[in-house]
């Protein structure tokens, strides 16, 4: 089998300013597999041969396994838009499925292919596809250790990280523990000094202990709470107490962790189902947006996504600025039909997610009742190391033994005492801000969503030109020209077949 890799001829790009309505319409920025490129620079007879030629060379599989070089979130991603496609996929495809840079796409199709005796097939107008065997999921997991290990690791950070919530919520039980044990045993031993003909501890005698003994301190505890975690469990959401003891104090994460990627892969998805060719008031809903009163002629918030999908502006006959994406409208999946608008936007696009929108951050995810448990035992815990720093102070004698350790750790209670409060209220102070911040870009998202439901005359004629200038090829069987799969040499195309096909390409420009 040939030796995989891929072939890409650049042409010089000028780059005209994005968004200067008075500069002339933009002509189309070629593609580096743009076939009308193809005739000017080579001969029909040398294509094949220059072709080949890149593929064996730009990568050639080897002892190292060129998926390890993928970030682990790339690599799963691309290989689920493989999976999604059916094996074979051109650039473009992963791009929009995965929401990767196409530059992203490229090299981790190019790395796939590589390790998994996948071969690309290049079609009639120099379009690369990649090509890959039903087994390569299992094929690159026997040659790859990491990926072999991904398992183990997720599983090893998965404890890891209960234990970290674990392991504080049980210190606050301990500091308890050890802070009321220590006052105990100081209040015990001065009332002996000051006291040796009374009976031990009867100056004292005030229901103090009582109150602060180690054991009093299950009256804190919910007497019904396994029996709640229970039905939480089988109700699908539990949480012990002492993790929520870690989540009063931390909170439970992002809950936009991974939306970024959902949010690419809406936009590519978004993309390609309209032909690769669309305005920028089609990605507002989708992108973050400078304010809910954005001017609809300021469209620089559309640069991230045509960096991202190798994008470019144009002008349509009315002066009007789209942006077409090349690599998005080449597929080797799906149908070249295209949908019509008609009636509402929002019917127009009822099979896509119609805006985009983050989710607001939680102090916590505990319930009120454990909630005031928590800041209950944290506030007993502060009192308590209150009081223990008084008795320190004010001791007499030469501690040893118990009293000795607890005097050495006592700045780790007290940093932990304070920070039980602190950390929380900083982190309230910081949740209000960023939820606040949150709201205001889905407003604005949801101002642009609402104008594309119901649009105005120059709007409706802007969406009907972007329809009208989509442009969506399938790339299928039936215009393969030469495949990697076999040696070249084997495979028998007649020059004049090449001449006649580039005489009709040159005949179309």
Known sequence: MASVSTCLIVSPRLTPPLFSPKHKPLTRLRSPLDHHSFPRIFTSRRILAVKAASIDKVIKPGGLVESDKLATDVRKRAMEAVDECGGRVTVGDVASRAGL??????????????????????????????????????????????????????????????????????????????VYTSIILLLSSRSEDDNRQRRRGRGYDSGFNFYFSPVDLFWYWDPNYYRRRRAREDEGKGMNFVESVFSFVFGD?????????????????????????????????????????????????????????????????????????????????????????????????????????????????????????????????????????????????????????????????????????????????????????????????????RALESPDITLRRKLLSARDMAQKTVIGKERIVYSTERDMIEQDYEADEWDRRFREVDKSD
């Open 253 to 449: 994460g992002d809950p936009n962790q991974g939306i970024e990627e959902e949010r690419w892969q809406m936009i590519g998805r978004y993309i390609t189902a309209r032909g690769g060719v669309v305005a920028a008031d089609e990605l507002a809903p989708y992108l973050d947006l400078p304010s809910s009163k954005s001017s609809r002629s300021d469209e620089s918030y559309i640069l991230p996504v045509l960096l991202r999908f190798d994008g470019q502006p144009e002008l349509d006959e009315e002066g009007n600025i789209l942006y077409r994406f090349p690599s998005l409208q080449r597929t080797a999946s799906g149908s070249s039909r295209r949908k019509e608008y008609v009636g509402k936007w929002f019917d127009f696009v009822a099979d896509m997610d119609k805006l985009f929108k983050e989710k607001k951050w939680q102090f916590s995810k505990t319930s009120s009742t454990e909630r005031a448990m928590v800041i209950g035992l944290g506030a007993v815990n502060l009192f308590g190391v209150i009081v223990l720093n008084t008795l320190l102070k004010e001791m007499a004698f030469r501690p040893s033994g118990f009293i000795t350790f607890v005097k050495n750790i006592y700045p780790l209670l007290q940093v932990y005492a304070g920070s039980f409060f602190v950390i929380p209220l900083v982190r309230w102070l910081s949740v209000k801000r960023k939820n606040d911040q949150i709201e205001s870009r889905n407003k604005a998202r949801l101002q642009f969503a």
């Open 101 to 178: 840079k196409v530059t992203e796409a490229q090299k981790a199709l190019q790395a796939l292919a590589a390790d998994t005796d996948g071969f690309l097939e290049v079609s009639d107008e120099g379009d690369v596809l990649y090509v890959f065997p039903r087994d390569y999921r299992s094929k690159l997991a026997t040659k790859s250790l990491r990926i072999q290990i991904e398992p183990f690791l997720d599983k090893a950070k998965g404890a890891v990280d209960y234990l970290t919530r674990v392991t504080f919520g049980t210190a606050l039980i301990a500091s308890i523990v050890i």
